[in-house]
């Protein structure tokens, strides 16, 4: 803590400012508070009206930062989702609870969070969770008596495809568990999404936002959580809610270079709104010197007057919220490091101290925040002292910093890739030392080429993606979220020796990444080869908390090869480290018809359903399964079903009922081609909707 007092110094260093006058002087507390935190996903601190931003359509939030406490700069110390939202929880620094990226890590099951520490103080506690990063299996569930993250019911693909759940749903959710009469507090945390890419408002703020969809989602996100924030703003000082309202990150939306977030530590992606509301204990105030993550968690148990674990790495702001202190935080440590992990791109790590700002990397840079709020003029040649007096401190912060280093198993893991006859360049994305050619300033173009490519995908265009992928793997080799994607795009295309190379590649890249494991492993079993994937996935298995989509692949894998007790032993292993998760269930269905056991696995996808009634595969399967046995009614409800979840589950339907239409069963084909041509969206499938009224017209 490098605390002053001196209000000459203060100005001379822009460290603290506390806009004196308003609010309460004195320090309030309050113990049982019910306490309600919102992460709104990938919220840029100005994309908020009453963060300066005059296109904003942020009603709630601003009525919320207005009444409360606003922090004008809050940052961020990790630009990706789960890292973050695991600070925001532990009151830790990623270099202290470890978690640095979306995947390969895992939340430690020893560290305390608000949930672990309000579950001691007598809390209920639930999470509602939003996307795919934060699913229970990476850790942040414990604690946690309900943790609702049921949305993630689709099969095991590549994470750009990302799945989450809207905002509206999410709040409901809420809501519901909110409303249940119990005599002890509540913690929530209710976490939404809309702000992340694909930037996609509904109507009508699309229209209102056509040249900014991006505020558009922002605007959605605020409207979903108008429900939970109307009655709190109406309670006013009667309420008996804390509410922390901030984001686990922003988005660059273009600045330097990057669309979206995850390679830069610029402030579009560090600043985050941070908002503190409690009438009763907290007037109305701006604060504006720095603050950070960390701090969340001290600045809840200190309101709560719960006492405030040691070993922590943020402190309290209440006594700045209150007024009555003008401290200065400290430094911020910030870090990006999906480049490293995921495209073999040099690490970014940085400070920022008293406004100035560092960013170690191969070609450093060194900024003063007050002067160039853009980031536009990197000092560090012209300013050498300051350069390296916050290059030491950073260096000191990342003393013990156990880093990226990989585990054990992806050394036995890359074995397996050799014994495979995988020869592959065999780089690992830690590498001994970067040059200026790594830095991440002279590569960013080429995550607008994989943008491109994610484009060209999504529109259908894949021969074209294929061939800017190709050119992006040759351009950079060691990228490994463009082998993956590669992979993805030759599978679809039906070149599976093509797609089973890309992913080999990417796993030698990364032998941590259980999703390429997983994927792997899935396009193994497709090009004929679950011998290998079985293999391959073995010593993960054999981890004490193995990853469920490996699990689901390898169970695949050996059933494809008559292992069936192995497979359901693999799928058993997989109910214990995620118990809710309806996947679970679909995966003994898959393997139980594999082995001609058709009503376990009818019972297996009504497991799936009775576990969260949206589990689509579920629903196609059970329709199949009717089909099969020729009830008609029960094939048609369960299809209705399927597509209604998701309208792509209409390419299925048209397949099957074409095959049994083909094959002479016209009668029960009928009322399934009929389903086919009245839900089916025409813009997608208008060719395969003509087709179906000429075989129904020229008919039996
Ligand atoms: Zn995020």
Redesign the pocket.
């Known amino acids: 803590m490098a605390g002053t007092s001196e209000p000459a110094a203060l100005e001379q260093t822009s460290s603290v400012h506390v806009i004196p006058g308003d609010g309460p002087r004195t320090v309030r507390r309050e113990v049982g508070l019910d306490v309600l935190l919102i992460t709104v996903?990938?919220l840029r601190a100005d994309a908020l009206g009453v963060y300066g931003n005059r296109h904003a359509a942020t009603p709630w939030m601003d009525r919320l930062a207005a009444a409360g406490v606003r922090f004008e700069n809050a940052r961020a110390h990790n630009v990706?989702?789960l890292p973050?939202h695991a600070t925001i929880l532990s009151g830790l620094s990623p270099l202290k609870h470890g978690v640095r990226d979306n995947s390969g890590f895992r939340f430690p099951s020893e560290a305390e969070t608000l949930a672990t520490l309000l579950e001691a103080e007598g809390y209920r506690t639930g999470a509602f969770v939003s996307a795919f990063?934060l699913d229970s299996r990476f850790g942040l569930a414990r604690g946690f008596d309900v943790y609702e993250d049921s949305f993630v019911d689709t099969g095991i693909k590549p994470a750009f495809f990302e799945q989450e759940r809207p905002g509206s749903e999410t709040v409901a959710l809420a809501k519901r568990w909110l409303e249940v009469v119990d005599e002890r507090p509540s913690f929530a945390w209710v976490h939404i999404y809309e702000p992340?890419f694909p930037y996609a408002p509904p109507a009508p703020l699309a229209s209102r936002f056509m040249n900014d969809p991006y505020l558009g989602d922002v605007a959605a996100a605020d409207a979903a959580l108008s429900p939970l924030l109307q009655p709190l703003l109406e309670a006013a000082d009667r309420g008996n809610t804390l509410v922390i309202l901030t984001s686990?990150?922003g988005e660059s939306l273009g600045e330097h270079g990057e669309a979206t977030h995850g390679i830069f530590g610029y402030e579009a992606a560090l600043k985050v709104p941070l908002v503190l509301y409690q009438p009763r204990l907290l007037g109305p105030k701006l604060v504006s010197g720095p603050v950070r993550l960390v701090d969340i968690l001290p600045t809840v148990l200190d309101v709560l007057s719960i006492p405030v674990p040691g070993d922590l790495d943020g402190g309290s702001l209440l006594p700045i919220a209150a007024g009555v202190s003008v401290e200065d935080i400290g430094e911020t440590y910030f870090e990006a490091l999906s480049g490293q992990l995921n495209r073999g791109w040099a690490p970014l790590h940085g400070v920022i101290r008293r406004g100035w700002k560092y960013i170690d990397l191969p070609i450093p840079e060194l900024y003063e925040l007050t002067e160039d709020p853009n980031e536009e003029i990197n000092l560090a040649l012209r300013e050498p002292g300051q350069a390296k007096e916050l290059g030491d401190l950073l260096r000191n912060l990342r003393a013990s910093d156990a880093g990226v280093t990989p585990r054990a198993e992806s050394a036995e893991t890359r074995e397996r890739l050799r014994s495979l006859g995988y020869l592959g360049g065999g780089s690992s994305p830690v590498k001994e030392s970067y040059s200026e050619d790594d830095d991440p300033k002279r590569l960013i173009a080429l995550d607008s080429m994989l943008r491109e490519i994610t484009g060209l995908y999504e529109r259908g265009d894949l021969e074209r993606a294929r061939l800017r992928c190709r050119e992006l793997v040759r351009r950079r080799p060691g990228m490994r979220v463009a082998l993956m994607q590669l992979g993805q795009i030759e599978r679809d295309l039906g070149n599976l020796d093509a797609a089973v190379d890309a992913m080999q590649a990417a796993l030698t890249l990364n032998p941590e990444d259980t999703t390429t494991l997983a994927v792997l492993a899935s396009y193994l079993v497709q090009a004929g080869r679950a011998g290998d994937a079985a293999a391959l996935t073995e010593p993960h298995f054999r981890q004490t908390r193995p990853d469920v989509d490996v699990l689901f692949s390898r169970s695949l894998a050996l059933a494809r090869i008559g292992k069936v007790e192995e497979a359901l032993a693999a799928l058993e292993k997989a109910r214990d480290v995620d118990p809710g998760n309806p996947m679970v269930p679909v995966y003994f269905g898959t393997v139980y018809l594999m082995d001609g056991r058709r009503s376990q696995a009818r019972s297996s996808y009504e497991e799936a359903l009775a576990l969260n009634p949206n589990t689509v595969r579920a629903h196609t399967s059970l329709a199949i399964l009717a089909s099969e046995e020729g009830q008609v009614e029960a094939s048609l409800s369960n299809w209705r079903k399927a597509v209604a979840l998701d309208p792509r589950e209409h390419a299925k339907l048209f397949a099957v009922a074409g095959r049994m239409w083909s094959a002479g069963q016209k009668a029960q084909a009928r009322p399934l081609l009929e389903l086919f041509v009245e839900s089916a969206p025409p813009e997608t499938f208008g060719k395969e909707i003509g087709r179906v009224l000429d075989l129904l017209a020229a008919g039996d």
Request: net charge negative; glycine share 0%.
């Open positions: 996903d990938t990706v989702t973050s990063p992340h686990d990150h």
